[in-house]
């Protein structure tokens, strides 16, 4: 959930495939995040094995102490859960509360010594482990845009946004449960068939009972899903395929893994520019603006282009702010 008080130190995220994906490969774990548009089984089977799905949706203060209509409060859960302590970091608690219940999954030292030391904490201490690791705040903020003017000291009028909160769901000893950093404790939404589309088909019919409480066609959600790493596997595949002289088949895994490179190389450039600073670049470009008499056109524009985004706002269609 975002926020400006009580942030320690921890910066506001995108809701971004490649920044979750580049948070993923800091840590040392081998997994990817995709963007999820669709709940279909068609899509869904296309991202097997899927390890856990990352819902961002609008936060409502009134609703963070209800387990749900569909599942139950678990205080005895066995696995992983932290609170959330702090504003701005539930994209990275979100992330850890996943990767902390997927058995077997290899991850770096630092991950790996953190975990272990909060083995038997509650989730309120395990929250404060977390949100005190300077690392893993590091590695939180490297893909935040730089913040490099203050507004403080200014006495402007503080305005109520609109929060955006990230939660989790995902397989854990035959039930799907949801995490949520706010929440009391895990919610267990109940068991699910192992044979057909596994515990995707129950998480499925969850989520979408909770995307139905909002108005029609509204847009204040979005769905991520943590999944094995493609690329691997292809290559073994197409290796293969090669040896035993099947050009047909090897040709269109040629095309998936271009297609997956080129997704990598989108996500590359994508975080340098998050990583980039173009206060300098700003402060150039409005001299020139200025010196070429265009700035007050711009400005104009700019004041336009505002009020039609608070228009918007005032109507109901959501401007997100993800955390």
């Known amino acids: 959930m975002s926020g400006d008080d009580d942030s320690g130190g921890w910066q506001l995220t995108e809701s971004d495939p490649g920044v979750f994906t580049e948070l993923l490969k800091t840590l040392g774990v081998p997994l990817v995040v995709d963007d999820l548009y669709s709940l279909d089984p068609e899509s869904l089977a296309q991202l097997q094995p899927l390890h856990a799905l990352i819902f961002l949706f609008k936060w409502v203060a009134s609703e963070s102490g209800t387990a749900s209509t569909t599942g139950r409060y678990d205080p005895e859960f066995p696995g992983f859960f932290a609170h959330q302590v702090v504003n701005n970091a539930c994209a990275t608690l979100a992330v850890m509360n996943a990767i902390g219940n997927i058995p077997g999954l290899k991850m770096g ?89 596994g515990w995707v088909a129950k998480a499925r019919d969850v989520i979408q009972a909770r995307i139905g409480t909002y108005p029609a066609g509204a847009l204040e959600f979005s769905l991520l899903a943590i999944r094995d790493d493609p690329i691997p596997h292809l290559q073994e595949q197409l290796s293969q395929l090669q040896s035993a002289g099947h050009q047909a088949e090897a040709s269109e895994l040629v095309v998936k893994l271009a297609n997956e490179n080129s997704k990598r190389d989108r996500w590359a450039f994508e975080n340098s520019l998050r990583r980039h600073n173009y206060l300098g670049f700003i402060h150039a470009l409005l001299l020139n603006m200025a010196k070429a008499g265009k700035l007050d056109a711009a400005k104009d524009g700019a004041k336009k282009a505002l009020q039609a985004r608070l228009e918007k706002k005032r109507k109901g269609e959501a401007v997100m702010d993800e955390d």
Request: aromatic share 8%; hydrophobic share 35%; no cysteine.
């Open 109 to 197: 030292p630092q991950l790996e010594e953190l975990l272990s030391f909060t083995a038997g904490m509650d989730p309120q201490t395990s929250g404060m482990a977390i949100t005190s690791s300077d690392w893993l705040r590091e590695a939180h903020n490297a893909l935040s845009p730089p913040s490099a003017i203050s507004l403080e000291g200014l006495d402007l009028p503080k305005t109520a946004e609109d929060a955006y909160h990230f939660i989790v769901y995902l397989p854990y000893a035959g039930s799907v449960y949801e995490l949520d950093g706010l929440k009391q404790a895990p919610v267990n939404h109940g068991t699910f068939a192992e044979s057909g589309e």
